[in-house]
């Protein structure tokens, strides 16, 4: 079964600072796996995603992924944070099942608080 | 282009009573999602429709919970009669179509349901 775990639920930065969430993946069939943001009382907004064509996947607002089949991994970095950072970030696979496709799994989040 | 919009933003009930939730996903977008989002918690997916019909309600609590999207167009998930743990956001979410997994979903702004 396809699952997804956001190590740290908040994770703190100060401005300026090297930007690190974790996201690890378990997948039967090889995934297509995405980064997710949530402003305050906003939807979510697709960061990046990665479809197999390159293994390091760069997105919006400076931030990248890159995607590790050996440890299952799929970790987010930025590496200056910046105060507008400050939100609350979703890993999440995607895959058929069923009858049902594109189908996304979230893992629980993680809260990004920038410190000045 | 209009993003996916939902009403009411935020609702106040009492445990038993009733609520709907509206979505009208982006245009041209064949596929509509609700998604459930408890505090603290990733989305889960509540159903999926491919037009007008369902592919996926397996995490719908059918007891009580109901969805529609009668035209292909826009979508109507309720709640009767609603208990205190159904206190969450509901996203409403909508892509081109589900032939791939890599099928970006755009989000709407979600509606936060309070149940008393």
């Known amino acids: 079964a396809q699952s997804v775990t956001q190590l740290g639920s908040h994770v703190s930065v100060s401005e300026g600072a090297l930007v690190l969430l974790r996201c690890n993946y378990s997948?039967?069939?090889?995934?297509?796996l995405f980064w997710y943001v949530q402003y305050p009382n906003k939807g979510l907004q697709l960061l990046l995603k990665?479809?197999?064509?390159?293994?390091l996947v760069k997105g919006i607002n400076g931030f990248e992924a890159e995607f590790k089949k050996s440890e299952t991994s799929f970790h987010l970095t930025k590496p200056s944070a910046h105060m507008s950072d400050a939100a609350e970030y979703f890993c999440?696979?995607?895959?058929?099942?069923?009858?049902?496709?594109?189908?996304?799994?979230f893992g629980t989040g993680t809260l990004l608080a920038v410190q000045p | 282009e209009a993003g996916v919009a939902q009403s009411p933003r935020y609702k106040i009930i009492e445990k038993r009573q009733s609520v709907a939730f509206w979505c009208n996903p982006i245009s041209g977008h064949a596929t509509l999602y609700w998604y459930q989002q408890i505090l603290g918690q990733g989305p889960k997916l509540l159903i999926q429709f491919q037009n007008n019909g369902v592919v996926d309600d397996s995490q719908l609590p059918k007891d009580r919970f109901s969805a529609e999207r009668l035209k292909g167009v826009d979508s109507t998930l309720k709640i009767q009669p609603a208990k205190l743990e159904d206190s969450a956001v509901y996203l409403c979410?909508?892509?081109?179509?589900?032939?791939?997994?890599?099928?970006?979903?755009?989000f709407g702004p979600g509606t936060r349901l309070t149940v008393t």
């Open positions: 979410a909508s892509s081109l179509d589900s032939e791939t997994s890599l099928r970006e979903q755009y």
């Open positions: 990665y479809t197999s064509a390159a293994t």
């Open positions: 997948s039967s069939v090889p995934p297509y």
């Open positions: 999440a696979v995607s895959f058929s099942y069923g009858g049902a496709t594109n189908k996304l799994i």
